[in-house]
């Protein structure tokens, strides 16, 4: 089974580029199968990471930022594959 593992956080207002590059200099205790890393207007980041494991195993996922470079709590989900177009 595919689990893709979903981290999104908004930085405050002119430190976009500075959420960004810390959330690509983010190291992961292992690797995962897949990750991508998008930005978004209101200076969001968004982190996807795609694993070969169950919807509720214990995965390593991105911590949260220092405080001062956020808004508002990170978001996490988490989705289970159900088909490959």
């Not at 595919?2 to 959420?19: Q, S």
């Not at 190291?27 to 199968?33: D, G, K």
């Not at 990750?35 to 214990?58: C, G, H, K, M, Y």
């Amino acid at each position: 089974m595919t689990v893709a593992l979903m981290w999104e956080a908004r930085a405050v207002a002119g430190r976009g580029e500075e959420l960004l590059a810390w959330a690509r200099a983010q190291e992961l205790p292992s690797p995962p199968l897949r990750r991508e890393t998008f930005r978004a207007p209101q200076d969001r980041v968004l982190v996807i990471t795609w694993w070969d494991a169950d919807l509720t195993a214990d995965l390593p996922e991105l911590p949260d930022p220092a405080g001062e470079l956020v808004t508002r709590a990170v978001h996490r989900w988490r989705f289970e594959s159900v088909s490959e177009d």
